[in-house]
């Protein structure tokens, strides 16, 4: 089965300051690869994905995820945080062609400082 | 597009009593997942159907929850009885039929149980 890690549980940067998110996947293949968003006490908000083609994807917001074969990574980054992007960030797989299960990493909390 | 619709948005029970939670997908799309998000467990699957059928319930974590969805355009999830430990927030996502594999979030419902 396919799993998702996040390392990093609490981040905290300063305003203007760039971000990087990581999120290492496990799975035999690639797989489907997200980027979700949550604000405090709202759902979760596509930031983007990656399905095949080129690595480097580009989202809403600013943010940007590269996809990673050799260390089935799919760090998410934005060169220059507002502190509208506190939030809590979520890396999900799913695996091709039939299962449609999303499995989720344990989130990533942002704290943007002025 | 109203995007995906949950209601309540938050519920208040005591232990023993039926919750109901319910949901209206993004029309046109076929595909509808609950999750349940919690602190100790993070974002987990609970079921999903496809075209009205439940395909994975595995998710599901006792008799005491069970989901239904009558048609293309409503489902429920229902718990009785309620405990406490079943207090959390539940989200409902759906997905269209376009093979892309991504799914959107309703706001989610905060039921609390006393």
């Known amino acids: 089965a396919q799993s998702v890690t996040q390392p990093d549980i609490h981040i905290t940067v300063s305003e203007g300051a760039s971000l990087e998110l990581r999120c290492n996947y496990s799975?035999?293949?690639?797989?489907?690869l997200f980027w979700y968003v949550q604000s405090p006490g709202q759902g979760l908000q596509l930031l983007l994905k990656y399905f095949s083609g080129d690595t480097l994807v580009q989202g809403i917001k600013g943010f940007e995820a590269e996809f990673k074969r050799s260390q089935s990574s799919f760090n998410l980054r934005k060169p220059s945080v507002h502190w509208s992007d506190a939030a809590e960030y979520f890396c999900?797989?799913?695996?091709?062609?039939?299962?449609?299960?999303?499995?989720f990493g344990t989130g990533t909390r942002l704290t943007i400082i002025p | 597009d109203a995007g995906v619709i949950q209601s309540p948005r938050h519920e208040v029970t005591e232990m023993g009593q039926e919750v109901t939670l319910r949901c209206k997908p993004i029309?046109?799309?076929?595909?509808l997942f609950w999750y349940r998000q919690t602190m100790m467990r993070g974002l987990e699957l609970l079921i999903y159907f496809n075209n009205n059928v439940p395909i994975d319930d595995s998710g599901m974590p006792e008799d005491r929850f069970s989901a239904k969805m009558p048609n293309a355009s409503f489902s429920t999830l229902k718990i009785q009885p309620s405990e406490p430990r079943d207090s959390a927030v539940y989200f409902c996502?759906?997905?269209?039929?376009?093979?892309?594999?991504?799914?959107?979030f309703g706001p989610g419902t905060r039921l609390l149980v006393l």
């Open positions: 799975y035999g293949a690639t797989p489907y």
């Open positions: 999900a797989v799913s695996v091709r062609f039939g299962n449609e299960k999303l499995t």
């Open positions: 996502a759906s997905r269209g039929t376009s093979g892309q594999e991504t799914q959107y």
């Open positions: 029309s046109g799309h076929n595909s």
